[in-house]
């Protein structure tokens, strides 16, 4: 089993994971698949390259597993004392084990260290079990974004909460 220097988690009889700053190019394929395999409008390299090009306000935290260096992730801004969350995903076979609850507080502590109070962050109106996973963590719906998403077109839930 490789030793990962980041936080390792096991939840009930799941395999190991650990959750770890992005690093290089490799964590980036990672992170690319996992988008493709989660979203019908993925960023795309070129997205992901602009914006670690300003590595204090752009932040991204993977989860690996000993078979698979890249399963989740979540990509993140620090804007003085909030933190707007761009995108969050798990690999879908991995989902429904608390992984992606264990990343976003991890999300939520590196936060409060680089001194952020707030998150927020949108999600599709359509998207339940994303709004489950965000309700349970302490997020409220305070605004509705009109026909943000496209592939297909719906309105964003704005939703904050405190960190």
Same mark, same amino acid.
């Given at each position: 089993?490789? #030793?990962?220097?980041?936080?390792?988690?096991? /939840? #009930? #009889?799941?395999?190991?994971?650990? +959750?770890?700053?992005?690093?290089?190019?490799?964590? /980036?394929?990672? &992170?690319?698949?996992?988008?493709?395999?989660?979203? %019908? !409008?993925? @960023? %795309?390299?070129?997205?992901?390259? @602009?914006?670690?090009? !300003?590595?204090? &306000?752009?932040?991204? /935290?993977?989860?690996?597993?000993?078979?698979?260096?890249?399963?989740?992730?979540?990509?993140? @801004? /620090?804007?003085?004392?909030? +933190?707007?969350? !761009?995108? &969050?995903? +798990?690999?879908?076979?991995?989902?429904?084990?608390?992984?992606?609850?264990?990343?976003?507080?991890?999300?939520?502590?590196?936060?409060?260290?680089?001194? *952020?109070?707030?998150? %927020?962050?949108? &999600?599709?109106?359509?998207?339940?079990?994303?709004?489950?996973?965000?309700?349970?963590?302490?997020?409220?719906?305070?605004?509705?974004?009109?026909?943000?998403? %496209?592939?297909?077109?719906?309105? *964003?839930?704005?939703? @904050?909460?405190?960190?």
């Amino acid at each position: 089993m490789q #030793n990962w220097p980041g936080t390792r988690v096991q /939840l #009930n #009889n799941t395999q190991p994971y650990w +959750i770890d700053h992005l690093d290089g190019d490799e964590d /980036l394929d990672g &992170v690319l698949f996992v988008e493709s395999e989660s979203f %019908t !409008n993925p @960023w %795309t390299r070129e997205m992901y390259a @602009w914006e670690l090009q !300003n590595r204090s &306000v752009c932040h991204i /935290l993977v989860v690996r597993t000993p078979e698979r260096p890249v399963v989740g992730f979540c990509a993140f @801004w /620090l804007v003085v004392d909030e +933190i707007h969350i !761009n995108n &969050v995903a +798990i690999l879908p076979d991995l989902r429904g084990q608390g992984i992606g609850t264990t990343l976003m507080n991890r999300v939520f502590d590196e936060a409060t260290r680089l001194g *952020a109070r707030r998150a %927020t962050l949108e &999600v599709r109106a359509s998207n339940e079990g994303a709004r489950r996973l965000y309700e349970r963590l302490g997020f409220y719906v305070a605004g509705t974004r009109r026909h943000y998403y %496209t592939n297909p077109v719906e309105d *964003a839930l704005v939703l @904050w909460r405190d960190c």
